[in-house]
């Protein structure tokens, strides 16, 4: 029985915080005033589900607009998108973006690229000017979301679970390394919600990304 309060122990000491790195550069003479209308376009990565990549641009879209800027709303973007017969933001052409912004009456076009796996994600956003294509701002980084570690944990926790069930039962020790065998699989399954969630470390890497939009007005 003293076994599970070491392994208690331990999991309380593994690192549990996602990291969230992020960056932007401002085209250099952009005066954001000379642009009134955004529309902030999701890049249709499929790597990551749908809905999960809409709260994303979603939570980008509040972060344009609490720096001034005159956002499009999302279903708007999207009728726009099915118009255009839009594929992927990082590619699309001169002529599609021409035809979006005179759609939506926008001035700027924000491109959001988002990848990585289900532990790590990275986003790059790009505002460019619809006919010339030029690069108005920039912002890119990176997070582990932390998935990873949260399982671990929860993979020591149910081990150590495990095999004081298994002494409890026999008092053998091949009872014991069974039921470690046993709650670490359980336990792994378990610890991915011992950690805040993904979806929230994926919103603090869009808040490092964003912090240095240019503010309008």
Do not use: H
Not at 187 to 212: F, H, Q, R, W, Y
């Amino acid at each position: 029985m003293k076994l599970l309060p070491l392994l208690l122990l331990t999991a309380a000491i593994v690192p549990a915080c996602a990291t969230a790195k992020g960056e932007s550069f401002t085209k250099v003479g952009f005066d954001p005033l000379t642009v009134q209308r955004l529309a902030v376009v999701d890049g249709n990565n499929p790597t990551f589900k749908v809905d999960l990549r809409q709260q994303l641009v979603d939570a980008i879209m509040y972060e344009f607009f609490k720096k001034g800027w005159d956002v499009v709303e999302r279903a708007n973007i999207q009728k726009a998108l099915d118009e255009v017969k839009f594929q992927n933001g990082d590619v699309t052409t001169p002529d599609q973006r021409q035809k979006m912004s005179e759609i939506l009456n926008v001035q700027a076009l924000a491109f959001v690229n988002i990848a990585g796996t289900p532990d790590e994600m990275s986003i790059t956003i790009k505002m460019v000017e619809p006919q010339s294509g030029d690069v108005l701002w920039m912002g890119t980084g990176s997070s582990d979301l932390n998935k990873g570690m949260s399982a671990i944990t929860g993979a020591i926790l149910g081990a150590g679970l495990g095999a004081v069930a298994g002494n409890s039962m026999s008092g053998s020790g091949n009872a014991a390394g069974m039921g470690a065998v046993i709650g670490g699989v359980a336990g792994g399954a378990i610890g991915a919600g011992l950690t805040p969630s993904a979806m929230e470390n994926a919103k603090d890497l869009v808040k490092a990304i964003c912090a240095n939009i240019p503010k309008r007005g």
